[in-house]
């Protein structure tokens, strides 16, 4: 394709014409959206392939329910949320987010321009989290793992680690607290 | 059905190639105004059929029997209209609270019934029987319309299935509870929350299964 890529605004209206059976404009439009989805992804996904099998699980998703579009209504609203339950399924697949958590914003303004990815955002808060539980002591980890990301309970994980339900508690009491100084707090307090 | 790294341009080529014109879906408020006129007509020819009981007029003319059976009508109303907007991606989830809201106000009127039937009956409120009818109808009623449920938002599969889901069968449990009103016997508040209760899990149950069937053919499709 040499001719410039569409802006934004002109989404909503390609994919209008691509419902109609528009093969031109359907083609335009999901390549002018594969920087962007491309980009969204490899900000939550370490790996380039996991990135790009969730770029083509959103293609794929909109292109079977393309007929729920609304041209009367914004488009990237409707790409966003296709984009983040992706997103989320590709990441609970990998076991990188807990199950409850969704908060993956879809934030295109920040893509247009490389320089202005600050090195927080490139690493996503998933990923960040997943290092610091890795950094705990062997006992935290094991508390959090189970008890946090796997949702058991205290008398199970009580059972699996041998540890009391008080023990378990103040471990991860601990843990927890790690985590915060880790995620939160000013480097000096993380330890 | 994904390629290897790079190749999503490829995808893109066969995407575009093998798109047809699709039909747009009509406003969401416009289908779940068209569904509930179905299930509505469904319900009250089930209604018919049982007969309905001679004291209805007295029976609604107490002000907690009237407000829970409008709360429950409106928790089937409100929650067929948050299934059709919760199934599309770029609608609020907050369309739930349309079911939620009046959901709440219905269980808060079960729960003042018991508090009245302790009040008036002491421990006869709590006495066991079973209004076998209750369960029977709501689960009869709500487990296939859910089931047809299904079938109109399907879309939904890839975006919101569980959510989606959940909510028709709730429209369809408290479409059920208003009609069951018509004709059931008399029975402690006690029981009707035991019963509807379990009747309402048991549909509750139907709409997360049929989410994991949505979300199951979407997989094998994607």
Redesign the interface.
Known sequence: MTAAPPDREAWGGLMAAAQAGDQACYRQLLTALLPYLRSYARRHLRGGDAAEDVVQDVLLTLHRIRHTYDPARPFLPWLSVIAKRRLIDSLRRRNQLPVAAEDIGFDLETFADPAANNPIERNSEAERLRQAIAELPAGQRRAVELLKLEEKSLKEVSAITGMSVGALKTTTHRALKVLRAKLFGPEGEAR | ?????????D???A???G???????W?PMLRALLWLALALAVVSLSVYAHGVRPDLAARLAEPRELFEWLASLATGVGAVIAAFHL????RSPRWALLALVPAAAWLASVGLGCLADVAAMGSAAFAWGEPWLCFRYITEMGVPLTVVSLVMLR?AG???PLRTMVMAALGMSGLSAAGLAFFHPDHTAWLGLIWHGAALLVVLACGALAAAALRLI?AR??
């Open positions: 059905m994904t390629m290897p790294r790079d190749r999503s341009e995808l893109i080529a995407l575009a190639a798109a047809r014109p699709v039909r747009r879906l406003p199934s599309l991606p770029d879309h890839p975006i919101r979407y499709r994607a």
